[in-house]
């Protein structure tokens, strides 16, 4: 008997059909757990995602808006970016909060690690909260034409419960931090 946690497909090929400093996409052929032949896909990130929550002391928090071309829409949500796959994560982040919102934080929490989707990518995302906030100039990149936001924390809550919010990284960053608000954890 197959144990559930067992892998039940079995590869019968590989073939790399693109690849860049981001992503690289690999098409297997496979036998299916139900003994079929089939295809999958697979983007491989080279970069983990990361996620910063900054918030201040009177529980104001910083909204990024910008443009996101793969879904061809404005998006807001909070600072992200990448780190390179072998880096320290938060050393990304502190790079990513102070080049998106010019912050700088002393306190710093991992609060959620999460693949963002796994039916096609193995991408992780690492989602940090940061706390005693110093405010200091933004460094964007150039391929970054962003929106600077400080709100109150519970307006981003609403944001996130109204569907104004749909990034997923922010929308579990928010209510995981409004859980820890209502446990009385933070």
Known sequence: MHHP????????????VYDNPWINVTEYQV???SGN?????????????????P????LNTYLVGQFRFPLNQYS????????????D???????????????KAAQWTEIQRMHLSNSVSDELSIIYLARELTQFEAEPEDTEQLTIHKIP???MYQMVCNGQITDSMTVAAV??????LLENRL
């Open 89 to 103: 994560p938060l050393e990304s982040a502190k790079r990513e909060l102070l080049e998106e919102t010019g912050l």
């Open 175 to 180: 209510l995981k931090v409004q859980l820890l």
């Open 153 to 155: 924390f519970a307006e």
């Open 37 to 53: 032949p089939g295809i999958y896909g697979k983007v491989q990130f080279k970069n983990i995602a990361i996620g910063i929550l």
């Open 55 to 58: 918030l201040d002391d009177e």
């Open 31 to 33: 036998i299916n757990p």
């Open 76 to 87: 807001w949500e909070m600072p992200e970016g990448g780190g390179p796959e072998g880096t």
């Open 5 to 16: 946690e067992e892998n039940p497909w079995k590869i019968t090929s590989a073939k790399n």
